[in-house]
């Protein structure tokens, strides 16, 4: 029911960003044929981008809170790598899109008018964006929804872009010097490309189930600080992200004697301590393995009926050795 109130309050969420892009669109589009700007056309060309974003990243939260089915059996979340990774090849289009009106300005030299409206105009959208943004990232942040933060991060970047507009009509305002806008937006065309480019690498590495090394760390670290000596090793640890959600497989090395019920409450042990200090929703999927003679020199097990080797070490759980297919050894 939690879960399904968190997906409900997202897509809520979503909404209002989708009604704000579009009245901030139609903003801009007046101050526009208030100035005849081709900067404030550009920003004006960027936000229809916001509105196509917050529209796909809409039906991306109502797709992802749909639950798993027999064609998905490890639901929908991952459409939010997805529409993400379009998100941000929009938004460095809508970079180059401010490049060439750059680029254009400088050549025809255009000469710029009803500047006071035209500042007043994008200097609100520019406010309201980055309130928007902000609260969209923080909240995606604590939901853990990567549409939710590349959804305010876009419309931050936006609101830089939208800023470097208001400073240059600011600027020739006063000087009547009508190339420095067109420049201003040239610089901020390269910045918001960077800003695509990389909410697209984070939405390619989502697909492809790169892992996350500061995750993966987090997650060993628990471990590691709470471990029973029951635990021998935990080898072969794959973490897999489906939107907010996650899916943990690892092999768990038990002592060979316990019978089926004893091991299977250490297991139960290691899956609860991960579900009850991770925040997001947690599939695990682990397996028992039976400890071998290789283990014995890292049995903390010191009353071990069935050792053969003496205890050498313990060995201190990595990432390196936590995602090893090997079981754990002194070497």
């Known amino acids: 029911m939690a879960t399904k109130n968190i997906n409900k309050d997202k897509i809520g969420f979503q909404k209002i960003i989708a009604v704000f892009g579009v009245i901030l669109?139609?903003?801009k589009i007046i101050a526009w044929k208030l100035t005849d700007s081709d900067a404030v056309f550009s920003d004006a060309m960027e936000s229809i981008v916001n509105v196509i974003s917050a529209f796909m990243g809409l039906y991306s939260l109502h797709l992802a809170s749909k639950p798993k089915d027999e064609d998905h059996p490890y639901g929908h979340g991952k459409v939010e790598f997805v529409t993400s990774g379009i998100e941000g090849a929009l938004i460095a289009i809508a970079g180059i899109m401010i490049i060439y009106e750059g680029i254009n300005s400088l050549i025809t030299g255009k000469i710029l008018g009803k500047l006071d409206w035209g500042i007043a105009i994008i200097a609100a959208t520019a406010i309201i964006n980055y309130i928007l943004g902000y609260i969209s990232v923080k909240k995606g942040e604590r939901e853990n929804s990567l549409v939710l933060i590349s959804s305010g991060k876009h419309l931050q970047s936006d609101t830089i872009t939208t800023l470097g507009v208001v400073i240059s009509l600011i600027i020739v305002y006063f000087t009547k010097i009508y190339w420095i806008d067109s420049?201003?937006?040239?610089?901020?065309?390269f910045y918001i490309i960077f800003v695509g480019y990389k909410i697209v690498r984070k939405?390619?590495?989502g697909i492809m189930d790169e892992q996350d090394p500061e995750l993966l760390n987090n997650i060993i670290q628990l471990l590691e600080k709470n471990r029973h000596i029951e635990w021998i090793d935990i080898h072969n640890m794959k973490i897999q992200q489906f939107g907010s959600s996650?899916?943990?497989d690892a092999h768990i090395t038990l002592p060979y004697y316990y019978s089926l019920r004893e091991a299977h409450q250490e297991m139960?042990?290691?899956?609860?301590?991960?579900a009850k200090n991770t925040k997001r929703t947690v599939e695990f999927n682990f397996h028992m393995d039976d400890c071998k003679t290789i283990s014995c020199p890292v049995c903390q097990i010191m009353d071990c009926p069935v050792r053969e080797l003496p205890f050498v070490k313990r060995v201190k759980w990595t990432a390196e050795n936590v995602t090893s297919i090997e079981k754990h050894t002194v070497d």
């Open 25 to 27: 669109f139609v903003g």
């Open 268 to 274: 139960e042990q290691v899956i609860l301590l991960l």
């Open 246 to 248: 996650l899916h943990i």
């Open 203 to 205: 939405s390619l590495r």
């Open 183 to 189: 420049v201003v937006a040239l610089i901020f065309g």
